[in-house]
């Protein structure tokens, strides 16, 4: 078993959607939560990163985190066309950067 | 663009071969990092150099290696390529080497060995 599961989808959804992402983990030590956007063809970019338990809002994103459960998400309000991507958990238990691992992505299209 | 340079962006070479991919990283930052992705493996740290030194290891084969130079540009060799070894390497770049660090991907350079 992984360390972090992650749906592969595809996740399909019309545009305007809320859409939902999520990662469940099996370390309960992690203590370091955050999102990558991946385009086609393009390396990973930070979306959210959240240290411990609760909410992040950013814009139309936000992150949760339930520490009790070992689940995160991540929520995309009034999706667009433009968020279509691969959507990358990733976690860690330290503090070095090193230490993160990424779930293997969930692939989201959004349909215009 | 993330500001963090990969060459090449492609390659095909043949098994048993060598190839050595390069990164420039962001201005400023001191952290590279090295990464694979491929399908069945999703993304996994490979090696982490800070400011010319080796900082980190993580599923890196002993085959490959990297390096940094003192202008902070950073080499990864790959030797006696096998099919296996076909997949998307990134190089990535922070400021610092903790997780609070915003770690900045370049574009990858897609190796295909056949």
């Known amino acids: 078993q992984k360390e972090v599961e992650q749906d592969p989808g595809p996740l399909s959804v019309p545009e305007g959607a809320i859409v939902s992402l999520n990662c469940t983990y099996s370390n309960s030590a992690f203590q370091y939560f955050m999102w990558y956007r991946q385009y086609s063809r393009k390396g990973p970019e930070l979306l959210m990163y959240?240290?411990?338990?609760g909410n992040k809002e950013d814009g139309r994103f936000t992150a949760q985190v339930d520490k009790s459960s070992k689940y995160i998400s991540l929520f995309i309000r009034d999706s667009q066309p433009s968020d279509s991507a691969t959507y990358l958990c990733a976690m860690s238990a330290y503090s070095s950067a090193s230490k993160i691992i990424f779930g293997s992505g969930t692939r989201l299209s959004i349909r215009p | 663009d993330s500001g963090v340079t990969q060459t090449p962006k492609h390659l095909i070479t043949a098994t048993g071969q060598r190839v050595t991919l390069r990164c420039s990283p962001r201005s400023g930052d001191l952290s590279v990092y090295w990464y694979q992705q491929s399908l069945d493996q999703g993304l996994q740290f490979l090696i982490q150099y800070y400011n010319g030194e080796e900082r980190a290891k993580g599923n890196i084969l002993e085959r490959f290696s990297a390096q940094q130079f003192p202008d902070l540009h950073s080499e990864l060799n790959l030797s006696s390529l096998e099919l296996g070894d076909s997949a998307l390497y990134f190089c990535a770049s922070s400021v610092g080497s903790g997780v609070g660090n915003t770690i900045y991907f370049g574009e990858g350079s897609w190796l295909t060995v056949v």
């Open positions: 959240t240290y411990s338990s």
